[in-house]
């Protein structure tokens, strides 16, 4: 068992964090926004330490000093950066990660030797959906005839609180399932669609494009 030291409780933090605590290591989690550990599972055994990532009494009550790897993946580039620097230059942690949304940054950081992971990849994947070849698109799940695709949807975030039977209506698809607080989510007849929620859904390849639209855009309003 190792410890693992993350900063920034946002979707992809908390995933990290129920994903290692799964696997039996213990999990420090800073986020300077206290309702951000909402995002946390019920039953979440890790710490959760209210902080500046990268500053350096908060980073030892995470206990960084014992940690076997960092993972700063907050919403900034700068954040995610100075935090992974002073883990890896100041407290030594062996392995560090930072999450680049600037991919420019990203390339320069790598040079200086800091590990980085771009977060553009759900971007990437759209354009290469309109870019490229059905058959060349990856990360999707087909049937045999190649008419229907298991896939995530972007949903505006207009959609939340509605009833995911209206939003099925609206896209004429059918939700598989919900990637919630970093878990998969049975769909039930009464669910809606929370704040923060990963959408998958079975559509027709060739209205993908035409369901991308509708989702990308709040739901219309009805007339009083």
Not at 22 to 34: F, K, L
Request: hydrophobic share 40%; with cysteine; charged share 25%.
């Amino acid at each position: 068992m190792a410890h693992f030291v993350i900063m920034g409780c946002g979707r992809v933090g908390a995933t990290l964090a129920h994903t290692l605590e799964d696997s039996g290591h213990s999990v420090a989690i800073i986020d300077q926004d206290e309702r951000a550990f909402r995002r946390l599972r019920n039953g979440f055994q890790g710490r959760k330490v209210t902080g500046v990532g990268f500053d350096r009494d908060t980073l030892r009550h995470a206990g960084v000093e014992d940690a076997y790897a960092f993972a700063a993946v907050s919403s900034g580039d700068n954040s995610n950066i100075l935090a992974t620097r002073v883990a890896r230059e100041t407290f030594h942690v062996p392995h560090v990660v930072a999450r680049i949304y600037d991919p420019g940054r990203a390339e320069i950081y790598q040079r200086l030797g800091i590990p980085t992971v771009a977060a553009v990849k759900w971007s990437a994947d759209q354009v290469l959906r309109r870019i490229l070849p059905e058959q060349s698109i990856t990360g999707d799940f087909r049937e045999p005839s190649g008419r229907l695709v298991l896939t995530e949807l972007a949903v505006d975030h207009g959609w939340e609180g509605r009833p995911l039977s209206e939003l099925e209506e609206t896209a004429e698809i059918r939700v598989a399932y919900l990637s919630r607080f970093g878990e998969g989510t049975m769909v039930h007849s009464d669910s809606r669609f929370q704040e923060g929620d990963s959408l998958h859904a079975i559509v027709p390849v060739a209205r993908l494009d035409a369901v991308t639209r509708i989702l990308s855009k709040a739901p219309v309003k009805e007339a009083e």
